[in-house]
């Protein structure tokens, strides 16, 4: 019996082993894609900016010329001002060069935004704050659930009307008055144990949307939906929201989260969507740009090169590494 058992954990093994990994090999390729150089690789990036390693910041409009400190690491730009935190939680506002403002936060900062005299920020414990800028008065610290993993594509705080929209690290969003700092409501959006986090959000008309890596939701003043979807990245562009999903599918839905499309490149494996216009581009990892318009159709596959570490997506450019592919 022993025996027998051994020959099928031998025979289980084996077989795992012995699998050979398969990849995105698309036949149809146009060419190939215009790679530039940049001076420094990609040492932290968050959906809104990226910092190279000599400190180089870059933002949706793409590289700047200023740079942050060697310990600094960029979050966004708002209203012409540029936020930064450090591991150690100190967080900067400069406008160019400047100095408008700084706070020192008990950890890391790993999203932020800012309206106004307001900077509503998260950081690495799961905290949500608001704070004056011009006086520095913290108005709301409120620590929300234990999280134990996190993705890097943190989304950050949205600023409406009356109300700002936080992510969290837990797979909540919380709703919180903009004047007084309270906290009205919150939405579960996922409740995953490990790597949890809002990694999208975003508002559209009367629509709110947030996504972990598991989930996607929709408030709506009449209607709350929610899809169950493997998600690597998100876009929403002219009134439909296209995901990216882990198994080579994206999938196109309306407003109201209703599926209208959906297209599958086989074992592909999704880094960042750029929308520009009529087009899509997508960047798959192993090295390739998929292009099509914005029903999925009419492809162009461009050649590229392997993404092995950090990236990404501006509005007009995609850097991973240390190097930077421009969308005409």
């Known amino acids: 019996m022993k025996n027998l058992i051994f020959l099928a954990i031998f025979a289980l093994v ?4 012995s ?32 910092t190279l390693s000599n400190g180089t910041l870059i933002t949706q409009n793409g590289l700047q010329s200023k740079a942050l400190s060697a310990n600094e690491y960029f979050l966004g730009s708002y209203e012409g001002q540029d936020v930064s935190s450090t591991i150690e939680g100190k967080l900067t506002i400069r406008q160019g060069s400047a100095l408008v403002f700084e706070h020192q936060f008990d950890e890391a900062i790993v999203s932020a935004s800012i309206e106004g005299n307001r900077l509503a920020a998260l950081s690495a414990a799961n905290k949500i ?47 919180v008055q903009k004047d007084s700092g309270t906290i009205v409501r919150d939405a579960v959006v996922s409740s995953e144990n490990f790597f949890n986090n809002i990694i999208y959000l975003d508002v559209e008309g009367d629509y709110l949307y947030a996504a972990t890596g598991t989930r996607i939701l929709s408030i709506s003043p009449d209607r709350t939906t929610t899809i169950a979807e493997q998600i690597k990245d ?16 994206i999938k196109v839905y309306d407003l109201k989260l209703r599926e ?13 969507i750029i929308a520009r216009g009529d087009k899509l581009y997508i960047f798959e ?21 392997e993404i092995t570490d950090k990236s990404f997506a501006s509005s007009n450019a995609f850097y991973y590494d240390n190097k930077m592919i421009s969308i005409e």
């Open 14 to 17: 084996f077989s795992a082993c």
């Open 19 to 50: 699998t050979k990994r398969q990849y995105f090999e698309p036949t149809n390729i146009s060419g190939d894609a215009k790679i530039s150089s940049l001076n420094a690789s990609i040492k932290h990036s968050t959906r809104n900016g990226a």
């Open 129 to 175: 704050y608001l704070l004056l800028i011009d006086t520095n008065e913290v108005i709301l610290e409120y620590a929300s659930g234990a999280s134990y993993a996190q993705d890097a594509r943190t989304a950050a705080p949205v600023f409406l009307n009356t109300i700002i929209v936080y992510p969290t690290l837990d797979g909540k969003v919380m709703i």
């Open 234 to 249: 998100i876009k929403l562009h002219n009134g439909r929201i296209y995901a990216l999903l882990k198994n080579g599918f």
């Open 260 to 272: 209208i499309n959906k297209r599958e490149f086989k074992f592909a494996i999704f880094s960042n």
């Open 285 to 305: 990892k192993t090295g390739y740009i998929i292009e099509t318009d914005l029903n999925l159709g009419n492809e162009r596959i461009l050649k590229a090169s």
